[in-house]
């Protein structure tokens, strides 16, 4: 017996492994390294024709097991391979007395994937696994399922349904590829498999809600409190905190950025669009009242200097000569009431200028609000459809 030879006593008999596969859990989905790390039970069955004896003259022995580096083994490898990972040593296989050689080991296999992580955490992946001869032709080697593709496909028994990944199902396909005018056998195994969602929405999504909705109350604020601005500021700095605390959650890509990334990026902007809008809105309302007050302090310094003027040397002479026509006590009071009287009055239609300067700023605040719960809205409806949609497909 020579485990370097073909166990064949024909050279162009075929020998066909037959192979099936359990996926036990699915343990890392790396997206910056495009790789998935999964733990799987393979089994190999092949008939080695020089491994036929009769039981009947070894007392009975139908079944034996050898090592496998006595014995002839299939170079039949998995294309997806990164590394095999911490896999346990199994370094016997079993023989019955038919020739019938069965190989059974788990697996823990580090495969590279095309991982889709854009609708992440309501994402679904589809990993291949593809089991091929590494050397020889479909002539030589040829593969086969095990058991059927339906059963294979639906086989969740073994599985660890706890954990963050819910396995779909596992279809398979036997074809031949050409290469250099030679085919080759090839079985792809699909896992598909898909993400759960519920940690993700409940410690990244729901708080950034909430804040979203605390900055949509806080324009309920008065313009004049002085509150708003502060209170805004105090949101978006919170806000900022949440981000960096959640980055490590967040999956890394470096081609497509997720669209859960997309959507804090968003929704820290329209925290910044919140903000820009309210001090431009306070800014205007004071910036009308500062106007205000530097009209009726200057329209005060023009009367000073005009009363000034009028009160020069050559009229305080005259007021002197006419100091026998002077007004009467009764008079002077009246005159004093009167003044006051008007200066009240200036005093009133300034403030009701000031409140209707105050309406206005309200009306401008009212209507920029609404727009922003517009784009609000109509955002959220977009990112809601988006991940239904992923979610139910």
Sequence with gaps: YDCGVRPVHNWTSTTTVYIDLILQSVLDVDGKTQSITTSIWYRQVWTDEFLVWDPEEFDGINEISLSS?????PDVIVS????EGKSPPIPYVYVNSSGSVKNYRPIQAVLACSLEMYAFPFDKQN???TFRSWLHSVKEINLALWRSAEAIA?????????GEWELLSIPSQYR???QDDTDYAHIQFNVLIRRRPLLYVVGLLIPSIFLMLVDVISFYLPLN???????KISILLGYTVFRVNMMDELPVTAVRTPLIGVFFAVCMALLMLSLIKSILVVKLLHHSEKEVRQMSVSACLLDKYDYELENSPEDDLLSLNELQDAPSGLEWLLGELSSLRQALSQEDG???AQAEWLALCSRLDCLLFRLYLLVLVVYAGTLLLLWTSWSFA
């Design 69 to 73: 580096d006595a014995i002839w083994i």
């Design 80 to 83: 997806e391979f990164v590394e």
């Design 127 to 129: 990993c291949s696994l």
């Design 154 to 162: 639906n086989d969740k028994r073994e599985f660890m349904n706890d």
């Design 176 to 178: 031949q590829i050409r």
């Design 225 to 231: 409190s002085g509150t708003r601005i502060a209170f």
């Design 350 to 352: 300034e403030c009701s």
